[in-house]
C-alpha cells in the first residue's frame, strides 16, 4: 500500500506591494462626546451691529431710489395732464368743453379740469351725489404717487369752488391760477378779472401748466381751493402775499412742473429757473 507524505503549506513571507488599508482611528481611540459649535452672546452682538450699519448705510440710497421711482410716475401723471390740456385746447382736435360751448372757440381752465376730474357739468358717476376716487386706485390719473388719502368728488360743484374736491390735503396738483384769473386796474384800484383761453395759448410753451402742490397748506385758508395756485410775484392784491402759492418738494427737496409745451421738469427753486414764464399774462 501506498502512501503520501503530508507536506505541510507553507505561507509566503514575501511583503505585499497591493494598497495598505488605513486604522480606523475612532476604532481604536476611545470614544469622546462631540462638543457643537455655537455663536457666543458676544459674536451676536457684533453681528448684529455690523448688520444694522450696513442697513443704515443703504437706508438712504433705497430711499432715494424708492422716492426717484415715485418721481417719474408723476412726472408721467403730469405729462398725461399736459396732453389732454393741448387736445382740450386745440381748436379741431377738443372734444366736448361742457358750458364753455357757447364762447365759441374759447375755454375756461377750470372747464379742463373739471374735465379731467369728471365733475359739475361733466359729472360721470351716476346719480350719487359725491364720488370717493380711493387712494388704492392705480388708474387716478390725477394723483401723486406721494398723496395718500381718499379724494372725495362732489356733484353740482364746480372747481372753482371750496367743495369740490374734498379733503385739500389729498389734492396732488394745483394748475396755474393766472391762466383762470389776472389781476387788472380798474378806475376804482386792481381788480380780478376772469380769463378765456383759446388755442392761441399752445404758442406759450414755457408758461407753467400745473404742478405738485401742498392741499393741507392751502386748506388752512377757508376761501383757497388747492387745485389753483400762483406765486405773488408784483402782484397787489389777488395773488400778493403768496397766498395762493403752495408748491409740495415732496420728490426728494423738489417739486414736478407740467408746461403747457407738454414737457415735466423737477426743481427745488421753481421761481428761480431762468424761461420759466410764471408771469405770463393771457389777453
Same mark, same amino acid.
Given at each position: 500500500?501506498?502512501?503520501?507524505?503530508?507536506?505541510?503549506?507553507?505561507?509566503?513571507?514575501?511583503?505585499?506591494?497591493?494598497?495598505?488599508?488605513? $486604522?480606523?482611528?475612532?476604532?481604536?481611540?476611545?470614544?469622546?462626546?462631540?462638543?457643537?459649535?455655537?455663536?457666543?452672546?458676544?459674536?451676536?452682538?457684533?453681528? $448684529?451691529?455690523?448688520?444694522a450699519v450696513?442697513?443704515?448705510?443703504?437706508?438712504?440710497?433705497?430711499?432715494?431710489?424708492?422716492?426717484?421711482?415715485?418721481?417719474?410716475?408723476?412726472?408721467?401723471?403730469?405729462?398725461?395732464?399736459?396732453?389732454?390740456?393741448?387736445?382740450?385746447?386745440?381748436?379741431?382736435?377738443?372734444?366736448?368743453?361742457?358750458?364753455?360751448?357757447?364762447?365759441?372757440?374759447?375755454?375756461?381752465?377750470?372747464?379742463?379740469?373739471?374735465?379731467?376730474?369728471?365733475?359739475?357739468?361733466? /359729472?360721470?358717476?351716476?346719480?350719487?351725489?359725491?364720488?370717493?376716487?380711493?387712494?388704492?386706485?392705480?388708474?387716478?390719473?390725477?394723483?401723486?404717487?406721494?398723496?395718500?388719502?381718499?379724494?372725495?368728488?362732489?356733484?353740482?360743484?364746480?372747481?372753482?369752488?371750496?367743495?369740490?374736491?374734498?379733503?385739500?390735503?389729498?389734492?396732488?396738483?394745483?394748475?396755474?391760477?393766472?391762466l383762470q384769473?389776472?389781476?387788472?386796474?380798474?378806475?376804482?384800484?386792481?381788480?380780478?378779472?376772469?380769463?378765456?383761453?383759446?388755442?392761441?395759448?399752445?404758442?406759450?410753451?414755457?408758461?407753467?401748466?400745473?404742478?405738485?402742490?401742498?392741499?393741507?397748506?392751502?386748506?388752512?385758508?377757508?376761501?383757497?381751493?388747492?387745485?389753483?395756485?400762483?406765486?405773488?410775484?408784483?402782484?397787489?392784491?389777488?395773488?400778493?402775499?403768496?397766498?395762493? /402759492?403752495?408748491?409740495?418738494?415732496?420728490?426728494?427737496?423738489?417739486?414736478?412742473?407740467?408746461?403747457?409745451?407738454?414737457?415735466?421738469?423737477?426743481?427745488?427753486?421753481?421761481?428761480?429757473e431762468p424761461?420759466?414764464? /410764471?408771469?405770463?399774462?393771457?389777453?
Open positions: 500500500m501506498t502512501h503520501q507524505r503530508y507536506t505541510p503549506t507553507r505561507r509566503s513571507c514575501r511583503r505585499s506591494t497591493g494598497p495598505v488599508r488605513s $486604522i480606523d482611528a475612532a476604532r481604536l481611540s476611545p470614544s469622546r462626546p462631540r462638543v457643537a459649535t455655537a455663536f457666543t452672546l458676544l459674536e451676536t452682538l457684533v453681528t $448684529i451691529s455690523i448688520i450696513l442697513l443704515a448705510m443703504l437706508a438712504p440710497a433705497l430711499h432715494h431710489t424708492v422716492g426717484s421711482a415715485r418721481g417719474f410716475k408723476c412726472q408721467i401723471t403730469l405729462r398725461n395732464i399736459a396732453f389732454d390740456f393741448a387736445l382740450f385746447a386745440d381748436q379741431t382736435l377738443h372734444g366736448p368743453r361742457g358750458e364753455d360751448a357757447q364762447f365759441n372757440d374759447r375755454f375756461r381752465l377750470a372747464t379742463f379740469q373739471e374735465s379731467e376730474y369728471e365733475i359739475d357739468e361733466f /359729472w360721470n358717476y351716476g346719480d350719487q351725489p359725491s364720488f370717493t376716487m380711493e387712494a388704492s386706485n392705480s388708474s387716478d390719473h390725477l394723483r401723486c404717487t406721494e398723496v395718500s388719502g381718499d379724494l372725495v368728488l362732489n356733484r353740482d360743484t364746480p372747481c372753482t369752488s371750496v367743495g369740490a374736491l374734498n379733503p385739500p390735503q389729498n389734492v396732488s396738483f394745483g394748475f396755474n391760477s393766472r384769473r389776472i389781476e387788472t386796474n380798474g378806475p376804482f384800484g386792481p381788480t380780478a378779472t376772469p380769463v378765456f383761453l383759446s388755442h392761441a395759448i399752445l404758442e406759450h410753451p414755457d408758461v407753467p401748466l400745473v404742478w405738485d402742490v401742498e392741499g393741507a397748506e392751502a386748506g388752512r385758508h377757508g376761501d383757497m381751493t388747492p387745485q389753483f395756485s400762483a406765486p405773488s410775484l408784483d402782484s397787489l392784491f389777488l395773488y400778493n402775499n403768496d397766498k395762493k /402759492w403752495f408748491p409740495a418738494m415732496r420728490h426728494n427737496g423738489a417739486m414736478n412742473v407740467a408746461f403747457i409745451g407738454g414737457q415735466v421738469l423737477t426743481t427745488r427753486t421753481p421761481l428761480s424761461g420759466w414764464q /410764471w408771469a405770463f399774462r393771457p389777453h
